[in-house]
C-alpha cells in the first residue's frame, strides 16, 4: 500500500509537470485523472462503511472459560456495488475464534452473503468483549484502509472452570488432611437439639426438626467442637491492562473452586471466606452453598481496595473462635511482614497452607517460613490438575 501511493505520487508530479512544460487535453486529462483516483477512493471507503452491516451471534453470553461455545457472524453486502476488500479483527487478548485466520479478507460482489460457524473460547473469568472488534475496509487500488471498532460488540460473562479433582498431591502431603482423608471426624452433632440463638453456626441447623415445630432448632454437640478449614482468597487487583490481571484472577478463582470442591467431596468442614465490600464466608458443609461460591466466583470483583493485607488481618481475628485448625491462603502477592503472622498462627497451633500464584521465584519466602509455614508455587498459567 506504501509503494502504490508512492508510484501515485510521482505520477501526479509528472503528470503536474506536463501541463505546466507543454499543456494539451492528454497531459490535462492525466492530471485530473490522477488527482481524482485518490478522492474517488476515499469517497468510496466512505460509502462502503455507511452501507456495510455485520452481524454476530453467540449461544449464550454466560460461558465457562476454555469451553469452546457456538458462535457465528455473518457479512452482507446488502448495498448495489461491490465490496472489494474486507477484513474482519477479533478480540484476542482475552478470548480467540477457532478455524478463523484473522487475516482472511473478503471480496463481495451485490447481494453476497458469507455466513461463518464456528466456536468461540474464553480464556480467563471475567466481563469482557468477544466475538468482531474490528472492520478493515480497503479501496479498488488498496491506496488507503480505513479501520472501525464494532460497536454492537458482545459482552461475554465468563465463569471459572469447575475442577473435579479427587487426589491433590500438595493437600495429601499436608498432614493434617491425611487424618481426614480415612475418615469423618470422631465427634458429630447427636440427635438433640436446643432453640437457635443468636451467634450459633449455621452449619449446625437441624432444618428437618425446625421445619417440624415452626422454629429453629440447632443440633448439640458432643465432645470437643470439631476442627474446620479456613480457605481464604485475595481480591486485590494487580496490574492495570486485563492482559495482566485477569490470568491471575481466573488461576486464583479456579484454584479455590478446585479445593472447596475436593473439601466437599471428602466431606472435610471448610469454610470459604472472600472479601468485597464486606467480608463474606460460604460454610461448605451446608447443601447448596457451594453451587451459590461458584455462582459468585462469576461475579466477584476484584478492585485494588481490597487489600489482602486486611482479609489477613481478619483471618487472625477468626483465630479466637477456636474451631479453625488449618488456614489455607490463596493469593497472588505475598508480603515477608505477613510471615511474621503466619508464625503466630503455627505458634498456637494452626497449620498454615499458602498458594501463591505467581511465576516469581519464591525460594527466598519458603527460606523465611523455615518449614512451618508451607509455600505452594502455582504458575499463571499453569495447569492445575498438574502443579496440584
Given at each position: 500500500?506504501?509503494?502504490?501511493?508512492?508510484?501515485l505520487?510521482?505520477l501526479?508530479i509528472?503528470?503536474?509537470?506536463?501541463?505546466s512544460?507543454?499543456g494539451?487535453?492528454i497531459?490535462?486529462?492525466?492530471?485530473?485523472?490522477?488527482?481524482?483516483v485518490?478522492?474517488i477512493?476515499v469517497?468510496?471507503?466512505?460509502v462502503?462503511?455507511?452501507?456495510?452491516?455485520?452481524?454476530?451471534?453467540?449461544e449464550?453470553?454466560?460461558?465457562?472459560?476454555?469451553q469452546?461455545?457456538p458462535?457465528?457472524?455473518?457479512?452482507?453486502n446488502?448495498s448495489?456495488f461491490?465490496?472489494a476488500?474486507?477484513s474482519?479483527?477479533?478480540y484476542?487478548?482475552?478470548?480467540?475464534?477457532?478455524?478463523l485466520?484473522?487475516?482472511?479478507?473478503?471480496?463481495?460482489?451485490?447481494?453476497?452473503?458469507?455466513?461463518?460457524?464456528?466456536?468461540?473460547?474464553?480464556?480467563?473469568?471475567?466481563?469482557?468483549?468477544?466475538?468482531?472488534?474490528?472492520?478493515?475496509?480497503?479501496?479498488?487500488?488498496?491506496l488507503?484502509?480505513f479501520?472501525?471498532?464494532?460497536?454492537?460488540?458482545?459482552?461475554?460473562?465468563v465463569?471459572?472452570?469447575l475442577l473435579?479433582?479427587?487426589?491433590?498431591?500438595s493437600?495429601?502431603?499436608?498432614?493434617?488432611?491425611?487424618?481426614?482423608?480415612?475418615m469423618?471426624q470422631?465427634e458429630?452433632?447427636?440427635?438433640?437439639?436446643r432453640?437457635?440463638?443468636a451467634?450459633?453456626?449455621?452449619?449446625?441447623?437441624?432444618?428437618k426438626?425446625?421445619?417440624k415445630?415452626?422454629?429453629?432448632?440447632?443440633r448439640?454437640?458432643?465432645?470437643?467442637r470439631?476442627?474446620?478449614?479456613?480457605l481464604a482468597?485475595?481480591?486485590?487487583?494487580?496490574g492495570?491492562?486485563p492482559?495482566?490481571y485477569?490470568?491471575?484472577?481466573?488461576?486464583?478463582?479456579?484454584?479455590?473452586l478446585?479445593?472447596?470442591?475436593?473439601?466437599?467431596?471428602?466431606?472435610?468442614?471448610?469454610?470459604?471466606?472472600?472479601?468485597?465490600?464486606?467480608?463474606?464466608?460460604?460454610?461448605?458443609?451446608v447443601?447448596?452453598?457451594?453451587?451459590?461460591?461458584?455462582?459468585?466466583?462469576?461475579?466477584?470483583?476484584?478492585?485494588k481496595?481490597?487489600?489482602?493485607a486486611?482479609?489477613?488481618?481478619?483471618?487472625?481475628?477468626?483465630?479466637?473462635?477456636?474451631?479453625?485448625?488449618?488456614?489455607?491462603?490463596?493469593?497472588?502477592k505475598?508480603e515477608?511482614?505477613?510471615?511474621?503472622?503466619f508464625?503466630?498462627?503455627?505458634?498456637i497451633?494452626i497449620?498454615?497452607l499458602?498458594y501463591?500464584?505467581?511465576?516469581?521465584?519464591v525460594?527466598?519466602?519458603?527460606?523465611?517460613?523455615?518449614?512451618?509455614?508451607?509455600?505452594?508455587r502455582?504458575?499463571?498459567?499453569?495447569?492445575?490438575?498438574?502443579?496440584?
Open positions: 500500500m506504501k509503494y502504490r501511493k508512492i508510484i505520487g510521482l501526479w509528472l503528470s503536474l509537470v506536463g501541463i512544460f507543454y494539451g487535453a497531459s490535462y486529462g492525466f492530471f485530473w485523472a490522477l488527482t481524482l485518490p478522492i477512493s469517497v468510496y471507503i466512505w462502503v462503511f455507511l452501507q456495510f452491516r455485520i452481524y454476530q451471534e453467540i449464550s453470553r454466560f460461558v465457562v472459560c476454555k469452546p461455545v458462535y457465528y457472524f455473518t457479512l452482507p446488502e448495489f461491490a465490496f476488500k474486507l474482519v479483527k477479533m484476542s487478548g482475552t478470548s480467540y475464534v477457532t478455524d485466520p484473522e487475516t482472511e479478507s473478503y471480496e463481495m460482489l451485490p447481494g453476497d452473503s458469507d455466513t461463518y460457524h464456528t466456536k468461540l473460547i474464553c480464556k480467563y473469568r471475567g466481563e469482557y468483549e468477544v466475538g468482531v472488534k474490528e472492520v478493515e475496509i480497503t479501496d479498488f487500488l488498496e488507503f484502509r479501520r472501525y471498532r464494532v460497536k454492537d460488540s458482545f459482552r461475554a460473562i465463569f471459572p472452570r473435579q479433582m479427587d487426589e491433590i498431591k493437600l495429601d502431603d499436608f498432614a493434617q488432611f491425611s487424618m481426614w482423608e480415612s469423618q470422631k458429630e452433632p447427636d440427635v438433640v437439639t432453640d437457635y440463638v451467634g450459633d453456626s449455621i452449619k449446625y441447623m437441624h432444618w426438626v425446625s421445619a415445630e415452626q422454629k429453629l432448632k440447632v448439640n454437640l458432643t465432645g470437643e470439631r476442627k474446620d478449614v479456613l482468597y485475595s481480591t486485590e487487583r494487580v492495570k491492562m492482559e495482566e485477569l490470568p491471575l484472577e481466573n488461576q486464583v478463582l479456579e484454584l479455590v478446585a479445593l472447596g470442591n475436593h473439601f466437599v467431596q471428602k466431606k472435610i468442614p471448610c469454610t470459604v471466606l472472600r472479601r468485597q465490600q464486606e467480608m463474606k464466608e460460604f460454610h461448605l458443609e447443601p447448596g452453598i457451594f453451587d451459590e461460591l461458584y455462582q459468585d466466583s462469576g461475579k466477584v470483583d476484584f478492585e481496595g481490597y487489600s489482602t486486611d482479609l489477613i488481618q481478619h483471618m487472625d481475628m477468626l483465630k479466637v473462635k477456636g474451631n479453625i485448625s488449618t488456614y489455607i491462603l490463596v493469593t497472588h505475598l515477608s511482614e505477613w510471615l511474621v503472622l508464625q503466630e498462627w503455627v505458634n497451633g497449620k498454615v499458602v501463591w500464584v505467581t511465576d516469581e521465584d525460594e527466598d519466602y519458603v527460606r523465611q517460613a523455615g518449614g512451618r509455614i508451607r509455600i505452594e502455582i504458575p499463571v498459567e499453569g495447569n492445575l490438575e498438574e502443579v496440584l
